[in-house]
Structures are given as structure tokens and as C-alpha cells.
């Protein structure tokens, strides 16, 4: 079992920038596809961003097209934490945010591709 917890969510202005965690704990050794998702009331959750983690090393990072240039992916010096940088913040970026693991490795966008979820953290963008 792989445990996840979210933090750093909150309210923003448009252009602001924030910044989500997302500690692993468990049995969090081997390779796994960590990704980030979102989801708004009614609606399914929506694939962010994710990378492909073995060993503490990302070898594969991919992001939806209405985040690129914006939003960056990755770990932090904290073992086993994951990272959401998000910059230029739009109003339609305003969601709950996932964290989600799945072992293995590989091109995963799906949330059916995921084994492991976070509770969410709320991020609020005002224009």
C-alpha cells in the first residue's frame, strides 16, 4: 500500500503562482508513475501532469496541453515528495487537486491507470 498526502493548495489571484506536495509513504520503493490530477464539481477527474519515478530519478515527465509552460512536475529534496509548481494561474485552473501513484512505468493519463489516491487539496483562482 501506498499512502498520499496532499498540502500547499489555497486561494490565488490570476498570475499568482502555487505550489502543491505530495508526500509518499508505504511501500513507496520500485518504479511507479506519479501524477497529478484535478477535478471540478460535475465533472471527471482531469489529467495534469505526471512522471515516471524509479530510484528517486524522473525519467519521463508528461503534461496536459492547458498546463504546459505554466505548471512543472517534479521531487523535492524531502524523500519521496512530490511537487506541483504552478505559475501564471488561471481562473480555470480553480480545482481539487489529486496526487496518484501507479507501479509501473509508462504514459499514463487516465485516472483508471492510477492505483493510489490523495484526499485532495483545494486550489482557488480569482481573476
Known amino acids: 500500500q501506498v499512502q498520499l498526502v496532499e498540502s500547499g493548495g489555497g486561494s490565488a489571484q490570476a498570475g499568482d503562482s502555487l505550489r502543491l506536495s505530495c508526500a509518499a509513504s508505504?511501500?513507496?520503493?520500485?518504479?511507479?508513475?506519479m501524477g497529478w490530477f484535478r477535478q471540478t464539481p460535475g465533472q471527471e477527474r482531469e489529467f495534469v501532469a505526471a512522471i515516471n519515478w524509479s530510484g528517486g530519478s524522473i525519467y519521463y515527465e508528461n503534461y496536459a496541453d492547458s498546463v504546459k509552460g505554466r505548471f512543472t512536475i517534479s521531487t523535492s529534496n524531502v524523500k519521496n515528495t512530490l511537487v506541483l509548481q504552478m505559475n501564471s494561474l488561471e481562473p480555470e485552473d480553480t480545482a481539487v487537486y489529486y496526487c496518484?501513484?501507479?507501479?509501473?512505468?509508462?504514459?499514463?493519463?487516465?485516472?483508471?491507470?492510477?492505483?493510489?489516491w490523495g484526499q485532495g487539496t483545494q486550489v482557488t483562482v480569482s481573476s
Open positions: 496518484a501513484a501507479s507501479r509501473g512505468a509508462g504514459r499514463k493519463i487516465l485516472s483508471s491507470d492510477y492505483d493510489y
Open positions: 508505504g511501500r513507496t520503493s520500485g518504479n511507479y508513475v
